[in-house]
């Protein structure tokens, strides 16, 4: 069988973390796989910070990356460097993943190709096609698409069953965060930020920058962190701050004069995995932390009104408290105060895998293009 040309598309510090896994395995693989890494930049400096830490050169660089860009932006400059691309290199197969911007433009470039597409992290649904946005409409129209479905969990599987897709291609492979978590836990990490993590305080998590939480969710959230602050003087908040001047506007404004909040920069993943595994509790609006944070014990409480990740809520890894002041103040002194429900939600088991599902996803491509 000759070599085979798989192109994987990414744009952002997420897709980044969660494919890079996925490209190590492949380059293992170099007498089957030739491997095209091409990113978009949609998040310049945060992805550059995942490329480093994972030593993964690009092969193609689209740099699409502009102030003040609209999805419209992004969408038509993805698929016009990427027709260029596709026509010149003439993949075998595109990955994309999950439900940025990116993946649906790289997506919906290679099926304008007649390229296959596979679909790593897909099934996810909320089924409202502004919740949220524009990630809930980005999956549901890469899978319209795609030839192959790497879903995380049972139930994504059922999503798309239900959803009419055909079982032979759906495959079950659990979550390549768990595997990038295993990588970035063999790495030595020092830094002053660490330095400053004492042992002596109760240490939450934050990160908050979704779109439909600008203005007086992300206000109300933030309020309700300073009256925790406030109440508890064991208690300390690290977040790193989004560079979304929005997000970079409201946490100034409620967030920067308090000494037991700490405000840092984008961090590097490395880093970020080692402040996450010290947090006593994780409080985001992320889908990605949502998986991560159960791979080191930590309880999540979920910064939006509802998941596409339900399976944390079954198993109990997480709470979806939404962004009202009273509530998230409650959900987290909860937390504080009530032992048992710690150790419950800390203690649940994580659903999303054993670290493995780059192997799996790679395995079935192999296989997928032997019997072809």
Do not use: C
Request: zero cysteines; proline letters at 5%; a negative charge.
């Amino acid at each position: 069988m000759d070599r085979k040309k798989i192109a994987v598309v990414f744009g952002t510090r997420p897709e980044a973390i969660k494919m890079a896994p996925v490209i190590k395995e492949l380059e293992k693989n170099s007498n089957i796989f030739e491997t095209q890494v091409i990113v978009t930049a949609q998040h310049r400096e945060m992805l550059d910070q995942v490329l480093k830490v994972f030593k993964i050169e690009p092969t193609y660089d689209l740099d699409v990356m502009k102030k003040k860009q609209s999805l419209s932006d992004i969408t038509v400059n993805v698929m016009k460097g990427l027709e260029e691309i596709f026509l010149k290199e003439l993949p075998d197969m595109v990955l994309v993943h999950g439900d940025t911007t990116t993946s649906f433009a790289a997506a919906l470039a290679a099926y304008y190709q007649q390229i296959p597409i596979g679909h790593v992290e897909a099934g996810l649904r909320t089924y409202d096609k502004y919740f949220p946005f524009p990630e809930e409409a980005n999956r549901q129209l890469i899978d319209n698409i795609a030839d192959m479905f790497f879903v995380p969990t049972e139930l994504t599987k059922k999503n798309l069953l239900n959803e009419n897709k055909p079982e032979a291609k759906i495959y079950v492979t659990g979550n390549t965060a768990i595997d990038a978590i295993a990588h970035t836990k063999t790495l030595e990490v020092k830094h002053t930020l660490l330095d400053k993590m004492t042992a002596d305080k109760k240490w939450i998590l934050l990160t908050m920058h979704r779109r439909e939480n600008h203005g007086e969710p992300m206000k109300n959230v933030f309020r309700a962190v300073r009256q925790i602050i406030d109440e508890h003087e064991d208690v300390a908040v690290v977040m790193p701050v989004h560079l979304s001047p929005v997000v970079q506007g409201i946490t100034k404004e409620l967030l920067e004069d308090q000494d037991r909040i700490l405000l840092v920069e984008p961090l590097e993943v490395d880093l970020f995995h080692k402040v996450m595994s010290r947090a006593y509790l994780v409080l985001t609006d992320s889908g990605g932390l949502q998986e991560e944070a159960p791979a080191f014990d930590i309880p999540v409480l979920v910064l939006r009104d509802k998941t596409e990740r339900p399976e944390g809520l079954e198993a109990g890894t997480l709470k979806v408290i939404g962004t009202e002041q009273g509530m998230v103040f409650q959900s987290i002194n909860d937390l504080l105060n009530n032992q048992k429900l710690y150790d419950k939600m800390s203690k649940a088991i994580n659903p999303y895998g054993d670290g493995t599902a780059s192997i799996e996803i790679v395995n079935i491509l192999m296989k997928f293009f032997i019997d072809k």
